[in-house]
């Protein structure tokens, strides 16, 4: 890799998440949901619990379709905390215009990691009504990023004089139907450019486990980082409902194990089997970091870490 196209170390950004990936260290993320409000309150509160925590920071762009402060934005919040900021980006909302544009200011900002998404459908929001783009999919939202920060290039084709360097982040989801494709779709987008890979949230790790033996079969493990997605079920009833979720698996001990503690001592009992998924997530060959994806309870999350045995976390060399 050439200078240009990256710096002195051989790395393609100067993101923290990827240097403790090159250095050989098990990452953690986790997500923070910003407000629906333009007070920046709540994400500098999460962002300063989070930062001793954790090594990167999610913020979610609209989720489940609902108008929230922009993923840019809290950012920029996350940055003045003292944390590592992975804005999200959905082709639901933008053109590739707006796309390439966000992209452009985001790095001016300082923002060094993206995840692309498609996007929740509107029809789960606030605003039901409002016409979706999708001018592009996530997986060319993922070629985009890489042709903007590797060839200094548009989409269209015209050259930049200052790219975004970006690590770029893909979301991947072991647990849907056919399962089969689940591969052959992160393939896809490992081809397209994706450094790094954030899971749909695990519960069934014998069905995670046979995911990443056909990961391993085709050797996608050494060439994208994988981190597996965890959330800490508060409750029965929310475990019992993400249950039937399309795309998501989750075993019926672990439901009996929730549905026989006591009600008062659900959230608990859910903090430790998160941490108890993280430690077995870890064991998995090919595994290189977990995601933590405790939105709207973001408080847990250095409780879970550190039940996980993963405090302190690395400083960068």
């Known amino acids: 890799m050439s200078e240009e196209n990256g710096n002195r170390s051989g790395l393609k950004t100067d993101s923290r998440i990827e240097k403790l990936l090159s250095q050989g260290h098990f990452v953690v993320t986790a997500e923070i949901g910003p407000p629906k409000s333009a007070s920046p309150k709540g994400i500098i509160k999460n962002a300063t619990l989070l930062k001793d925590a954790v090594d990167g920071m999610n913020l979610t762009d609209n989720q489940t379709a609902i108008v ?6 809290a950012a920029v919040h996350v940055m003045s905390a003292g944390g590592e900021p992975i804005i999200q980006m959905t082709c639901r909302d933008r053109n590739r215009i707006a796309l390439q544009s966000d992209l452009l200011g985001a790095a001016s900002l300082g923002i060094k990691n ?5 996007g929740d459908h509107q029809s789960f929001g606030n605003h039901v009504t409002a016409k979706n783009v999708y001018d592009i999919d996530s997986i060319q939202l993922v070629s985009m990023v890489k042709t903007m920060r590797d060839e200094k290039k ?13 690590f770029i982040g893909a979301a991947a989801n072991p647990f849907a139907d056919p399962f089969e494709f689940r591969v052959v779709r992160l393939a896809k987008k490992v081809a397209a450019g994706a450094d790094f890979i954030q899971t749909q949230a695990i519960f069934d790790i014998e069905r995670f486990k046979r995911w990443m033996a056909m990961v391993r079969d085709q050797g ?3 060439k994208v980082a994988i981190l597996g997605g965890v959330l800490p079920a508060k409750s029965f009833g929310a475990m019992k409902y993400m249950k039937d979720v399309p795309g998501m698996s989750i075993p019926e001990d672990l439901l009996k194990r ?7 001592k659900q959230p608990e009992e859910g903090i430790k089997i998160c941490a108890e998924l993280i430690q077995m997530i870890r064991e998995v060959p090919g595994v290189r970091g977990v995601h933590i994806m405790a939105v709207m309870w973001e408080e847990t999350v250095p409780e879970i870490v550190k039940m996980a045995g993963l405090l302190p976390r690395p400083s960068v060399a």
């Open 258 to 264: 929730m549905k026989g503690t006591p009600k008062e």
């Open 220 to 222: 996608l493990h050494e």
């Open 114 to 118: 993206v995840l692309c998404l498609s």
């Open 68 to 73: 929230r402060l922009s993923s840019i934005a």
């Open 154 to 166: 548009f989409l269209c084709g015209e050259e930049m004089k200052v790219e975004p360097r970006m």
